[in-house]
Protein backbone atom coordinates (compact mmCIF):
# COMPACT_ATOMS: atom_id res chain seq x y z
CA UNK A 1 0.00 0.00 0.00
CA UNK A 2 1.18 3.36 -0.60
CA UNK A 3 1.86 5.73 2.16
CA UNK A 4 -0.15 9.07 2.69
CA UNK A 5 3.27 11.12 2.33
CA UNK A 6 4.32 9.00 -0.98
CA UNK A 7 0.96 9.62 -2.55
CA UNK A 8 1.18 13.48 -1.69
CA UNK A 9 4.62 13.22 -3.38
CA UNK A 10 3.51 11.49 -6.55
CA UNK A 11 0.61 14.01 -6.79
CA UNK A 12 3.14 17.14 -6.55
CA UNK A 13 5.87 15.49 -9.00
CA UNK A 14 3.03 14.92 -11.16
CA UNK A 15 1.42 17.92 -11.31
CA UNK A 16 5.05 19.53 -11.79
CA UNK A 17 5.82 17.41 -15.12
CA UNK A 18 2.24 18.23 -16.56
CA UNK A 19 3.24 21.85 -16.01
CA UNK A 20 6.31 21.81 -17.40
CA UNK A 21 5.32 19.80 -20.19
CA UNK A 22 2.75 22.14 -21.13
CA UNK A 23 4.74 25.02 -21.02
CA UNK A 24 7.47 23.29 -23.13
CA UNK A 25 4.35 22.25 -25.63
CA UNK A 26 3.20 26.17 -25.81
CA UNK A 27 7.24 27.96 -26.15
CA UNK A 28 8.52 25.02 -28.90
CA UNK A 29 5.19 24.51 -30.81
CA UNK A 30 2.66 27.19 -30.99
CA UNK A 31 2.26 30.22 -32.64
CA UNK A 32 0.57 33.26 -31.66
CA UNK A 33 -1.66 33.11 -35.18
CA UNK A 34 -2.82 29.49 -33.84
CA UNK A 35 -5.13 31.34 -31.00
CA UNK A 36 -7.10 28.31 -30.57
CA UNK A 37 -4.32 25.60 -29.43
CA UNK A 38 -2.78 28.65 -27.79
CA UNK A 39 -5.66 29.25 -25.32
CA UNK A 40 -6.37 25.91 -25.04
CA UNK A 41 -2.78 25.00 -23.76
CA UNK A 42 -2.55 28.10 -21.79
CA UNK A 43 -5.53 27.42 -19.73
CA UNK A 44 -4.38 24.16 -19.24
CA UNK A 45 -1.18 25.55 -18.49
CA UNK A 46 -3.06 27.52 -15.42
CA UNK A 47 -5.09 25.02 -14.64
CA UNK A 48 -2.25 22.78 -13.64
CA UNK A 49 -0.34 26.33 -11.65
CA UNK A 50 -3.73 26.54 -9.72
CA UNK A 51 -3.33 22.57 -8.48
CA UNK A 52 0.27 23.07 -8.23
CA UNK A 53 0.41 26.17 -5.75
CA UNK A 54 -3.09 24.35 -3.88
CA UNK A 55 -0.82 21.59 -3.27
CA UNK A 56 2.38 23.57 -2.36
CA UNK A 57 0.18 25.35 0.34
CA UNK A 58 -1.55 22.19 1.64
CA UNK A 59 0.67 19.96 1.86
CA UNK A 60 4.52 20.66 2.33
CA UNK A 61 6.16 17.33 1.72
CA UNK A 62 8.24 19.23 -0.95
CA UNK A 63 10.98 21.65 0.60
CA UNK A 64 10.46 25.08 -0.86
CA UNK A 65 13.60 24.80 -2.27
CA UNK A 66 12.80 21.66 -4.70
CA UNK A 67 9.87 23.77 -5.61
CA UNK A 68 12.15 26.45 -6.46
CA UNK A 69 14.23 24.63 -8.60
CA UNK A 70 11.91 22.67 -10.35
CA UNK A 71 10.68 26.68 -11.35
CA UNK A 72 14.07 26.98 -11.88
CA UNK A 73 14.10 24.40 -14.90
CA UNK A 74 11.17 25.18 -16.47
CA UNK A 75 12.86 28.68 -17.44
CA UNK A 76 16.27 26.98 -18.32
CA UNK A 77 13.87 24.49 -20.70
CA UNK A 78 12.93 27.26 -22.88
CA UNK A 79 16.52 28.39 -23.43
CA UNK A 80 16.21 26.91 -27.15
CA UNK A 81 13.43 28.32 -27.88
CA UNK A 82 12.31 30.86 -31.00
CA UNK A 83 10.84 33.45 -29.77
CA UNK A 84 6.67 32.72 -30.67
CA UNK A 85 4.67 35.15 -29.14
CA UNK A 86 6.65 38.88 -29.93
CA UNK A 87 9.26 39.92 -32.24
CA UNK A 88 10.87 42.31 -29.87
CA UNK A 89 13.68 40.01 -29.86
CA UNK A 90 14.90 41.08 -33.40
CA UNK A 91 14.92 45.06 -31.90
CA UNK A 92 17.28 43.14 -29.13
CA UNK A 93 19.56 41.41 -31.55
CA UNK A 94 19.66 44.93 -33.24
CA UNK A 95 20.25 47.22 -31.26
CA UNK A 96 23.68 44.44 -29.41
CA UNK A 97 25.25 44.13 -32.99
CA UNK A 98 25.28 48.25 -33.27
CA UNK A 99 26.62 48.38 -29.73
CA UNK A 100 29.33 45.67 -30.49
CA UNK A 101 30.74 47.82 -33.35
CA UNK A 102 30.91 50.25 -30.98
CA UNK A 103 27.75 52.60 -32.64
CA UNK A 104 25.54 53.94 -29.95
CA UNK A 105 21.83 52.35 -30.80
CA UNK A 106 20.06 55.98 -29.78
CA UNK A 107 21.67 57.60 -32.48
CA UNK A 108 20.12 55.34 -35.14
CA UNK A 109 17.04 54.00 -36.41
CA UNK A 110 17.19 51.28 -38.39
CA UNK A 111 15.32 53.31 -41.74
CA UNK A 112 18.28 55.72 -41.21
CA UNK A 113 20.67 52.67 -41.34
CA UNK A 114 19.21 50.43 -44.12
CA UNK A 115 21.83 52.07 -47.01
CA UNK A 116 24.31 53.03 -45.01
CA UNK A 117 27.75 51.26 -45.22
CA UNK A 118 27.74 50.35 -41.46
CA UNK A 119 24.33 48.38 -42.85
CA UNK A 120 27.12 46.73 -45.26
CA UNK A 121 29.40 46.09 -42.57
CA UNK A 122 27.75 44.54 -39.79
CA UNK A 123 25.62 42.56 -42.51
CA UNK A 124 22.86 43.92 -40.88
CA UNK A 125 20.34 42.25 -43.26
CA UNK A 126 20.39 38.73 -41.87
CA UNK A 127 21.38 37.34 -38.79
CA UNK A 128 21.62 33.47 -38.53
CA UNK A 129 19.67 30.86 -36.54
CA UNK A 130 21.98 28.79 -35.52
CA UNK A 131 22.07 26.82 -39.10
CA UNK A 132 22.28 28.21 -42.71
CA UNK A 133 18.86 26.45 -43.60
CA UNK A 134 16.89 28.61 -41.03
CA UNK A 135 17.97 32.03 -41.70
CA UNK A 136 16.24 34.79 -40.46
CA UNK A 137 16.33 38.50 -42.49
CA UNK A 138 16.12 40.02 -39.20
CA UNK A 139 15.82 43.88 -40.84
CA UNK A 140 12.25 43.03 -42.30
CA UNK A 141 11.58 41.22 -38.76
CA UNK A 142 12.09 44.57 -36.79
CA UNK A 143 8.40 45.95 -35.88
CA UNK A 144 9.61 49.33 -35.74
CA UNK A 145 11.91 50.53 -37.87
CA UNK A 146 11.02 54.34 -38.14
CA UNK A 147 12.02 54.38 -34.22
CA UNK A 148 14.92 54.60 -32.41
CA UNK A 149 15.74 52.69 -29.65
CA UNK A 150 13.60 52.88 -26.86
CA UNK A 151 15.33 50.31 -24.47
CA UNK A 152 17.41 51.85 -21.31
CA UNK A 153 20.93 51.12 -19.93
CA UNK A 154 20.92 48.40 -18.67
CA UNK A 155 18.66 46.75 -21.48
CA UNK A 156 21.13 47.59 -23.93
CA UNK A 157 24.55 46.01 -21.94
CA UNK A 158 22.72 42.76 -22.45
CA UNK A 159 22.19 43.32 -25.66
CA UNK A 160 25.60 44.26 -26.56
CA UNK A 161 27.35 41.61 -24.55
CA UNK A 162 24.86 38.96 -26.12
CA UNK A 163 25.82 40.25 -29.48
CA UNK A 164 29.56 40.27 -28.38
CA UNK A 165 29.81 36.30 -27.60
CA UNK A 166 27.30 35.49 -30.43
CA UNK A 167 28.11 38.16 -33.53
CA UNK A 168 26.85 35.92 -36.23
CA UNK A 169 24.11 33.60 -34.34
CA UNK A 170 20.97 34.34 -33.25
CA UNK A 171 19.96 31.56 -31.37
CA UNK A 172 22.94 32.17 -29.05
CA UNK A 173 22.23 36.19 -28.64
CA UNK A 174 18.80 34.38 -27.65
CA UNK A 175 20.23 32.66 -24.98
CA UNK A 176 22.55 34.59 -23.67
CA UNK A 177 19.84 37.29 -23.29
CA UNK A 178 17.57 34.53 -21.33
CA UNK A 179 20.11 33.81 -18.99
CA UNK A 180 20.51 37.05 -17.69
CA UNK A 181 17.03 37.38 -17.27
CA UNK A 182 16.88 34.04 -15.39
CA UNK A 183 19.86 35.40 -13.29
CA UNK A 184 17.57 38.13 -12.39
CA UNK A 185 14.45 36.04 -11.91
CA UNK A 186 16.82 34.45 -9.76
CA UNK A 187 17.85 36.78 -7.19
CA UNK A 188 14.13 38.11 -7.29
CA UNK A 189 13.93 34.79 -5.72
CA UNK A 190 16.37 36.12 -3.49
CA UNK A 191 14.92 39.43 -2.54
CA UNK A 192 11.12 37.80 -2.05
CA UNK A 193 12.30 35.73 0.71
CA UNK A 194 13.79 38.06 2.40
CA UNK A 195 11.17 40.28 2.32
CA UNK A 196 8.77 37.68 3.06
CA UNK A 197 10.70 36.71 6.09
CA UNK A 198 10.50 40.38 7.30
CA UNK A 199 6.67 40.73 6.70
CA UNK A 200 6.25 37.57 8.62
CA UNK A 201 4.80 35.99 5.48
CA UNK A 202 4.68 32.64 4.17
CA UNK A 203 7.75 31.77 2.31
CA UNK A 204 5.31 29.39 -0.70
CA UNK A 205 4.29 32.97 -1.42
CA UNK A 206 6.97 32.84 -3.99
CA UNK A 207 5.46 30.01 -5.70
CA UNK A 208 2.87 31.95 -6.96
CA UNK A 209 5.52 33.87 -8.46
CA UNK A 210 8.07 31.24 -9.17
CA UNK A 211 5.68 29.26 -11.44
CA UNK A 212 3.40 31.54 -12.99
CA UNK A 213 3.02 30.77 -16.75
CA UNK A 214 2.47 34.29 -18.10
CA UNK A 215 6.02 34.77 -16.22
CA UNK A 216 7.68 32.02 -17.53
CA UNK A 217 6.25 31.96 -21.17
CA UNK A 218 6.64 35.88 -21.83
CA UNK A 219 9.73 37.04 -19.62
CA UNK A 220 12.31 33.63 -20.44
CA UNK A 221 10.77 32.15 -23.04
CA UNK A 222 9.93 35.27 -25.10
CA UNK A 223 12.58 37.67 -23.98
CA UNK A 224 11.26 40.38 -22.27
CA UNK A 225 12.96 42.47 -19.58
CA UNK A 226 10.38 43.33 -16.94
CA UNK A 227 12.31 40.90 -14.81
CA UNK A 228 14.83 42.82 -14.33
CA UNK A 229 12.85 45.66 -13.51
CA UNK A 230 11.77 43.39 -10.32
CA UNK A 231 15.00 42.38 -9.44
CA UNK A 232 15.99 46.07 -9.13
CA UNK A 233 12.63 46.66 -7.52
CA UNK A 234 12.88 43.63 -4.77
CA UNK A 235 16.29 45.34 -3.92
CA UNK A 236 14.92 48.62 -3.62
CA UNK A 237 11.98 47.43 -1.45
CA UNK A 238 13.80 45.30 0.76
CA UNK A 239 16.21 47.64 1.86
CA UNK A 240 14.01 50.23 2.18
CA UNK A 241 12.45 48.18 4.88
CA UNK A 242 15.88 48.14 6.49
CA UNK A 243 15.64 51.62 6.22
CA UNK A 244 18.89 51.58 4.28
CA UNK A 245 17.98 54.43 2.14
CA UNK A 246 21.32 54.72 -0.60
CA UNK A 247 21.35 50.97 -1.48
CA UNK A 248 17.31 51.22 -1.70
CA UNK A 249 17.97 54.39 -4.42
CA UNK A 250 20.63 52.40 -5.76
CA UNK A 251 18.44 49.18 -6.70
CA UNK A 252 15.64 51.63 -8.24
CA UNK A 253 17.54 53.47 -9.97
CA UNK A 254 18.78 49.84 -11.81
CA UNK A 255 14.90 49.21 -12.11
CA UNK A 256 14.75 53.14 -13.75
CA UNK A 257 17.25 52.32 -15.81
CA UNK A 258 15.64 48.94 -16.87
CA UNK A 259 12.45 49.87 -17.72
CA UNK A 260 11.61 53.63 -16.54
CA UNK A 261 8.25 52.88 -15.34
CA UNK A 262 9.36 52.19 -11.83
CA UNK A 263 10.34 56.22 -11.85
CA UNK A 264 6.67 56.95 -10.86
CA UNK A 265 6.94 54.77 -7.27
CA UNK A 266 9.07 57.32 -5.71
CA UNK A 267 6.44 59.63 -4.02
CA UNK A 268 5.27 56.48 -2.63
CA UNK A 269 8.43 56.39 -0.87
CA UNK A 270 7.64 59.29 1.25
CA UNK A 271 4.51 57.35 2.80
CA UNK A 272 6.79 54.83 3.82
CA UNK A 273 9.60 57.30 5.67
CA UNK A 274 9.74 60.50 7.03
CA UNK A 275 10.25 63.82 4.62
CA UNK A 276 13.68 64.10 5.06
CA UNK A 277 14.68 60.30 4.03
CA UNK A 278 12.12 60.38 1.59
CA UNK A 279 13.97 63.55 -0.46
CA UNK A 280 17.13 61.59 0.48
CA UNK A 281 15.76 58.81 -1.59
CA UNK A 282 14.46 60.63 -4.53
CA UNK A 283 17.62 62.56 -5.06
CA UNK A 284 19.79 59.51 -5.05
CA UNK A 285 17.84 57.55 -6.96
CA UNK A 286 17.63 60.30 -9.85
CA UNK A 287 21.56 60.44 -9.31
CA UNK A 288 21.99 57.03 -9.52
CA UNK A 289 19.42 57.16 -12.70
CA UNK A 290 21.37 60.39 -14.31
CA UNK A 291 24.84 58.32 -13.91
CA UNK A 292 23.41 55.18 -15.47
CA UNK A 293 21.95 56.90 -18.37
CA UNK A 294 25.14 59.15 -18.92
CA UNK A 295 27.16 56.57 -20.88
CA UNK A 296 24.45 56.40 -24.00
CA UNK A 297 22.91 59.83 -23.49
CA UNK A 298 26.18 62.62 -23.10
CA UNK A 299 24.74 63.26 -26.75
CA UNK A 300 22.05 65.33 -26.91
CA UNK A 301 20.86 63.90 -29.94
CA UNK A 302 20.31 60.51 -27.99
CA UNK A 303 17.93 62.25 -25.47
CA UNK A 304 15.82 63.75 -28.63
CA UNK A 305 15.51 60.33 -30.44
CA UNK A 306 14.38 58.99 -26.85
CA UNK A 307 12.16 61.51 -26.37
CA UNK A 308 10.41 61.74 -29.95
CA UNK A 309 10.51 57.57 -29.86
CA UNK A 310 8.99 57.35 -26.48
CA UNK A 311 5.94 59.78 -27.70
CA UNK A 312 5.24 58.66 -30.80
CA UNK A 313 5.25 54.93 -29.65
CA UNK A 314 2.76 56.33 -26.94
CA UNK A 315 0.76 58.20 -29.07
CA UNK A 316 0.61 55.53 -32.35
CA UNK A 317 -0.31 52.31 -30.03
CA UNK A 318 -3.61 50.96 -28.94
CA UNK A 319 -3.52 47.27 -27.45
CA UNK A 320 -5.67 46.14 -24.36
CA UNK A 321 -6.90 49.09 -23.10
CA UNK A 322 -9.32 49.41 -20.35
CA UNK A 323 -10.57 53.54 -18.98
CA UNK A 324 -9.15 54.89 -22.72
CA UNK A 325 -11.43 52.63 -24.61
CA UNK A 326 -14.12 53.41 -22.05
CA UNK A 327 -13.55 57.06 -22.38
CA UNK A 328 -13.30 57.22 -26.19
CA UNK A 329 -16.45 55.47 -26.82
CA UNK A 330 -18.28 57.68 -24.25
CA UNK A 331 -16.75 60.89 -26.12
CA UNK A 332 -18.11 59.48 -29.54
CA UNK A 333 -21.52 59.64 -28.51
CA UNK A 334 -20.75 64.02 -27.89
CA UNK A 335 -18.16 64.08 -30.72
CA UNK A 336 -17.51 62.66 -34.41
CA UNK A 337 -13.63 62.56 -33.76
CA UNK A 338 -12.76 62.04 -30.07
CA UNK A 339 -9.95 63.86 -29.12
CA UNK A 340 -7.25 60.81 -27.89
CA UNK A 341 -4.55 62.69 -26.52
CA UNK A 342 -6.54 64.88 -24.29
CA UNK A 343 -7.89 61.39 -23.07
CA UNK A 344 -4.51 60.53 -22.44
CA UNK A 345 -3.86 63.33 -20.85
CA UNK A 346 -6.16 62.88 -18.70
CA UNK A 347 -5.86 59.70 -17.64
CA UNK A 348 -2.28 60.19 -17.03
CA UNK A 349 -2.83 63.46 -14.48
CA UNK A 350 -5.33 61.04 -12.96
CA UNK A 351 -2.63 58.62 -11.86
CA UNK A 352 -0.21 60.65 -11.25
CA UNK A 353 -2.33 62.88 -8.62
CA UNK A 354 -3.48 59.38 -7.51
CA UNK A 355 0.09 58.51 -6.79
CA UNK A 356 0.41 61.85 -4.94
CA UNK A 357 -2.35 61.28 -2.43
CA UNK A 358 -0.56 57.86 -1.50
CA UNK A 359 2.47 59.27 -1.15
CA UNK A 360 1.87 62.64 -0.08
CA UNK A 361 -1.56 61.78 2.65
CA UNK A 362 -0.15 60.49 5.44
CA UNK A 363 3.48 59.01 7.10
CA UNK A 364 4.94 56.38 8.37
CA UNK A 365 2.26 53.78 6.72
CA UNK A 366 3.23 50.51 7.98
CA UNK A 367 5.58 47.79 5.12
CA UNK A 368 1.99 46.07 4.24
CA UNK A 369 0.39 49.25 3.28
CA UNK A 370 3.35 50.37 1.56
CA UNK A 371 3.84 47.28 -0.99
CA UNK A 372 -0.47 47.52 -1.42
CA UNK A 373 0.11 51.24 -2.60
CA UNK A 374 3.23 50.21 -4.77
CA UNK A 375 0.58 47.06 -6.46
CA UNK A 376 -2.46 49.73 -6.30
CA UNK A 377 -0.31 52.43 -8.76
CA UNK A 378 1.01 50.74 -10.60
CA UNK A 379 -2.27 48.93 -11.23
CA UNK A 380 -3.88 52.15 -11.76
CA UNK A 381 -1.05 53.07 -14.42
CA UNK A 382 -2.23 50.14 -16.71
CA UNK A 383 -5.89 50.86 -16.19
CA UNK A 384 -5.19 54.37 -17.69
CA UNK A 385 -2.76 53.57 -20.41
CA UNK A 386 -3.71 52.80 -24.06
CA UNK A 387 -0.93 49.98 -24.18
CA UNK A 388 -1.21 47.07 -22.09
CA UNK A 389 0.97 44.15 -23.63
CA UNK A 390 0.73 40.54 -22.20
CA UNK A 391 4.39 40.53 -20.34
CA UNK A 392 3.23 44.20 -18.34
CA UNK A 393 1.55 42.03 -15.68
CA UNK A 394 4.39 39.91 -14.74
CA UNK A 395 5.59 43.14 -11.84
CA UNK A 396 1.74 43.35 -10.57
CA UNK A 397 2.26 39.48 -10.12
CA UNK A 398 5.07 39.97 -7.94
CA UNK A 399 3.79 42.56 -5.72
CA UNK A 400 0.23 41.02 -5.25
CA UNK A 401 2.31 38.17 -3.24
CA UNK A 402 2.69 41.09 -0.22
CA UNK A 403 -0.93 41.72 0.30
CA UNK A 404 -4.22 40.12 0.02
CA UNK A 405 -5.21 40.84 -3.45
CA UNK A 406 -5.06 38.02 -6.10
CA UNK A 407 -6.36 40.19 -9.05
CA UNK A 408 -3.13 40.10 -10.77
CA UNK A 409 -3.00 36.66 -11.06
CA UNK A 410 -6.25 36.01 -12.65
CA UNK A 411 -5.23 39.00 -14.89
CA UNK A 412 -2.17 37.08 -16.01
CA UNK A 413 -4.64 34.37 -16.88
CA UNK A 414 -7.56 36.37 -18.37
CA UNK A 415 -4.66 38.49 -20.84
CA UNK A 416 -3.87 35.42 -22.74
CA UNK A 417 -7.06 35.98 -24.57
CA UNK A 418 -5.77 39.02 -25.84
CA UNK A 419 -3.71 36.80 -28.33
CA UNK A 420 -6.90 36.44 -30.33
CA UNK A 421 -5.38 39.60 -32.18
CA UNK A 422 -2.79 37.96 -34.25
CA UNK A 423 -5.33 35.12 -34.94
CA UNK A 424 -5.13 33.55 -38.61
CA UNK A 425 -2.10 35.87 -39.33
CA UNK A 426 -3.28 39.09 -39.34
CA UNK A 427 -3.63 41.92 -35.98
CA UNK A 428 -7.35 42.61 -35.50
CA UNK A 429 -8.28 43.32 -31.75
CA UNK A 430 -11.71 42.32 -30.47
CA UNK A 431 -13.24 44.77 -28.69
CA UNK A 432 -15.65 42.09 -27.08
CA UNK A 433 -12.74 39.99 -25.59
CA UNK A 434 -11.45 42.90 -24.19
CA UNK A 435 -14.55 44.37 -22.64
CA UNK A 436 -15.14 40.39 -21.27
CA UNK A 437 -11.46 40.60 -19.76
CA UNK A 438 -12.23 43.79 -17.72
CA UNK A 439 -15.73 42.95 -16.98
CA UNK A 440 -14.51 40.04 -15.32
CA UNK A 441 -11.47 41.80 -13.21
CA UNK A 442 -14.12 44.34 -12.23
CA UNK A 443 -15.74 41.66 -10.64
CA UNK A 444 -12.30 40.25 -8.72
CA UNK A 445 -11.74 43.47 -7.30
CA UNK A 446 -15.30 44.14 -6.05
CA UNK A 447 -15.18 40.55 -4.15
CA UNK A 448 -11.83 41.21 -3.43
CA UNK A 449 -11.95 45.04 -1.67
CA UNK A 450 -15.18 43.74 0.09
CA UNK A 451 -12.34 40.99 1.88
CA UNK A 452 -9.66 43.12 1.91
CA UNK A 453 -9.92 44.41 5.90
CA UNK A 454 -10.11 41.02 6.98
CA UNK A 455 -6.40 40.07 5.92
CA UNK A 456 -3.58 41.12 8.31
CA UNK A 457 -1.35 41.84 5.12
CA UNK A 458 -2.62 44.79 3.85
CA UNK A 459 -5.14 47.60 5.17
CA UNK A 460 -7.15 49.78 3.14
CA UNK A 461 -8.60 52.59 4.37
Known amino acids: MIKKESYINLTAFGFLFLFAVTIGVLGYTVARTDFILYI ?10 GLLIFNAFQHKNLKLWQLLAAALFVRLALLGMQPNLSDDFFRFAWDGRLLAAGINPF ?8 HSQVYKDLQLDKLFYGDYINDWSYYNGLNSKPYHSVYPTTLQLVFGFSALLFPHHLLGQLIVMRLYIILAELGTFYFTLKILKIRKLDKRFLLIYAFNPLIILEWTGNIHFEAFAVFFLSGAVYYILKNNITISAL ?7 SKLIPLMF ?57 FYYLFQYLWSFFAQYPDKNLTVKLLQVSVILLILWMGFRKKQIRPADFQTYLLFALLAYFLATRTVHPWYLGTLVWLCIFTPFRLPVFWSFLV ?12 EERIWIVVLEYLILLGIAVNELRSAKQSPAATID
Open 251 to 257: FLSGAVV
Open 40 to 49: SLYTAAFSTY
Open 266 to 322: LPLFFAFTDWKKGSLHSFLTLFFSALLLLPFFADGAAIANLGKSLSLYFASFEFNAS
Open 107 to 114: LYSPEELL
Open 416 to 427: GLTYITYWGGGF
